[in-house]
Structure formats: structure tokens, C-alpha cells
């Protein structure tokens, strides 16, 4: 099969390029460095040549209101250079709960991408994942001090990023979902919990302050951060990825 990967040098991309090469597939990996620009539209019809399937995994430079013009610009670009090249299946990377935020301008970008995915002409899938075991020290430093971090006791399910990438990787060599999957950790834990067994991991000797109006999660209310059933749920736990060298 052959798959383009649409933001082939982040986090996911560059996992999800190789895992799909050590699977035999043909890939062709598309980012700024390979001459592909969403923003404009060019190289999209060369990267997109004769594949079957492609896979979006870029993200906006900003979490600001800019991030709806970004997934509005960069969507349609894709969607009807996929239309024109004949890829039979777009696969998305989302994030669970994204549509019960709307009071966050990213969450409402994403969510934009998402029905704009839904209404194109091309079969779809969406893959829903839970907050990344990756970005646990992004998360941190939002409301950091030199003494204190300071977070919400908002309610998450992390994963590790290699098991999105899993996720992916068997929905794009899959028939097209026309909806979507959850991927999800196996563990739920309050955020500010979260961070206080990341800097005990670390032997960081800051303290954590719960305060449910600090950083970007505190716009998050209930369990909408949570996977629902028949989510799947993948196996690493965040204490044992913690304590993995990498």
C-alpha cells in the first residue's frame, strides 16, 4: 500500500513513517523539508501521486484563534488535492473530547478540521487520542516558577505516543472508519497528580499547588478529557514509561 504522511517529521510523523516502512508499505513522507506546504497548497499533488491512503498528523504553530484559519486553509488544501490525485482513505489525528471545549480556540480548530474531514467527498478516519505521555514537561513549564508548578485537578488518561502511532498506523492499512477511534492510556489520573509523580520520577524537588485556574486545562470541566467506551486502550502505564530510558 501506498501512504503519504502529511507532517512526516514531528513526533508522530517520523514514528509513524517508520513503522509503516518496517511494515512493507511504500511511504512517502511530506513535510515543509520535503517541499510540501499545506498553508499554500504546494507539492501537495506530487506527494499525493498514486497513493492509496493519506495520514494528517501536522499541527497548527499556534494554540490562538490563528488556529482556525490554519486547520480551515491547510484541510481544504489537503481534501482537494486528495480528491484530484484519487486517495481512496484520509486518516486524521484529533484529540478525545475535542469537540466539549469550545471555550478553548484550538480544541475549536480541531474540531473544525474534523467536520470539514466528515464532509468531504473521501472515505475518512479519525483517530481521537488522549494528551501524550510526551508533553507531560510542555505541561509543566505553562506554570512554572522557580519553587512551584502549578495545575489543575483536571482529569486525564495519557498515552504514550508510540501507541498512537500503533493506532494510526493500523487504521491507514485498514478500510476507511467513516468515524472514529479512541486511544486512550490505562490509567486516569488528576492532572495535578500527574505532575506531582512526574518531578518525584525526575527527583525534582519543585512542588506541585493544585489551582483549577491555572494553564490551559483549567478551561476543561468533568471527564470530557476522558476516552468512552470501546475506546482502545493501550497498555504502558506512565510510572513504568517514566522510568524507561530513552
Same mark, same amino acid.
Not at 499525493?48 to 486547520?71: C, I, K, R, W, Y
Not at 480541531?110 to 481521537?128: F, H, M, N
Given at each position: 500500500?501506498?501512504?503519504?504522511?502529511?507532517?512526516a517529521t514531528g513526533l508522530i510523523g517520523?514514528?509513524?513513517?517508520?513503522?509503516?516502512?518496517?511494515?512493507?508499505?511504500?511511504?512517502? $513522507?511530506?513535510?515543509?523539508?520535503?517541499?510540501? @506546504?499545506?498553508?499554500?497548497?504546494?507539492?501537495?499533488?506530487?506527494?499525493?501521486?498514486?497513493?492509496?491512503?493519506?495520514?494528517?498528523?501536522?499541527?497548527?504553530?499556534?494554540?490562538?484563534? &490563528?488556529?482556525?484559519?490554519?486547520?480551515?486553509?491547510?484541510?481544504?488544501?489537503?481534501?482537494?488535492?486528495?480528491?484530484? %490525485?484519487?486517495?481512496?482513505?484520509?486518516?486524521?489525528?484529533?484529540?478525545?473530547?475535542?469537540?466539549?471545549?469550545?471555550?478553548?480556540?484550538?480544541?475549536? %480548530?480541531?474540531?473544525?478540521?474534523?467536520?470539514?474531514?466528515?464532509?468531504? /467527498?473521501? $472515505?475518512?478516519?479519525?483517530?481521537?487520542?488522549t494528551q501524550f505521555f510526551e508533553f507531560?514537561? !510542555?505541561?509543566?513549564?505553562?506554570?512554572?516558577?522557580?519553587?512551584?508548578?502549578?495545575? =489543575?485537578?483536571?482529569?486525564?488518561? $495519557?498515552?504514550?505516543?508510540?501507541?498512537?502511532?500503533? /493506532?494510526?498506523?493500523?487504521?491507514?492499512?485498514?478500510? $476507511?472508519?467513516?468515524?472514529?477511534?479512541?486511544? !486512550?492510556?490505562?490509567?486516569?489520573?488528576?492532572?495535578?497528580?500527574?505532575?506531582?509523580?512526574?518531578?518525584? &520520577?525526575?527527583?525534582? @524537588?519543585?512542588?506541585?499547588?493544585?489551582?483549577?485556574?491555572?494553564?490551559?486545562? %483549567?478551561?476543561?470541566?468533568? @471527564?470530557?478529557?476522558?476516552?468512552?467506551?470501546? /475506546?482502545?486502550? /493501550?497498555?504502558?502505564?506512565?510510572?513504568?514509561?517514566? &522510568?524507561? =530510558?530513552?
Amino acid at each position: 500500500m501506498k501512504i503519504t504522511v502529511i507532517g512526516a517529521t514531528g513526533l508522530i510523523g517520523s514514528q509513524l513513517v517508520s513503522r509503516l516502512g518496517a511494515a512493507g508499505h511504500e511511504v512517502v $513522507p511530506a513535510s515543509l523539508s520535503t517541499g510540501v @506546504d499545506l498553508l499554500t497548497g504546494a507539492g501537495l499533488d506530487e506527494a499525493l501521486a498514486g497513493a492509496d491512503t493519506v495520514v494528517n498528523v501536522t499541527n497548527s504553530p499556534t494554540f490562538d484563534e &490563528a488556529s482556525l484559519d490554519f486547520f480551515r486553509t491547510t484541510s481544504g488544501h489537503l481534501l482537494s488535492a486528495g480528491e484530484r %490525485a484519487g486517495v481512496r482513505h484520509q486518516v486524521a489525528l484529533s484529540i478525545v473530547g475535542v469537540d466539549q471545549v469550545p471555550q478553548l480556540d484550538y480544541y475549536r %480548530a480541531k474540531t473544525l478540521q474534523e467536520d470539514l474531514l466528515k464532509q468531504g /467527498a473521501t $472515505p475518512y478516519s479519525i483517530v481521537r487520542a488522549t494528551q501524550f505521555f510526551e508533553f507531560m514537561d !510542555a505541561v509543566l513549564s505553562w506554570t512554572a516558577d522557580a519553587g512551584t508548578v502549578r495545575l =489543575p485537578a483536571t482529569r486525564v488518561q $495519557p498515552v504514550a505516543t508510540a501507541e498512537v502511532v500503533e /493506532a494510526l498506523a493500523d487504521v491507514a492499512t485498514a478500510p $476507511p472508519l467513516n468515524g472514529t477511534l479512541e486511544v !486512550a492510556g490505562p490509567d486516569v489520573l488528576p492532572l495535578d497528580e500527574l505532575g506531582r509523580r512526574t518531578l518525584a &520520577a525526575r527527583k525534582d @524537588d519543585r512542588t506541585v499547588v493544585t489551582d483549577d485556574k491555572a494553564g490551559m486545562f %483549567a478551561a476543561v470541566e468533568g @471527564d470530557v478529557l476522558i476516552a468512552g467506551p470501546g /475506546a482502545r486502550l /493501550a497498555p504502558t502505564r506512565y510510572e513504568d514509561w517514566l &522510568a524507561t =530510558p530513552r
